[in-house]
């Protein structure tokens, strides 16, 4: 494999696994109920 092929298959790998992270962290979110205050509040979280 020449170095674009693998270059493109690593593109082709994160955008799949991105895909799924990104649907699993929604399934996630909507199970857990959680809102954007949610959110906010554990970014903010000090402790």
């Known amino acids: 494999m020449?170095?674009?092929?693998?270059?493109e298959?690593?593109?082709v790998l994160v955008k799949?696994?991105?895909k799924l992270l990104?649907?699993?962290?929604?399934?996630?979110?909507e199970k857990?109920?959680?809102t954007q205050?949610?959110?906010d509040?554990?970014?903010?979280d000090e402790s």
Do not use: A, Q, W
């Open 2 to 7: 020449s170095e674009r092929d693998v270059l």
């Open 22 to 29: 990104k649907k699993e962290v929604t399934r996630i979110v």
């Open 16 to 18: 799949h696994y991105d």
């Open 41 to 44: 509040n554990m970014l903010n």
């Open 32 to 34: 857990k109920g959680y």
């Open 37 to 39: 205050d949610d959110f």
């Open 9 to 11: 298959l690593k593109n």
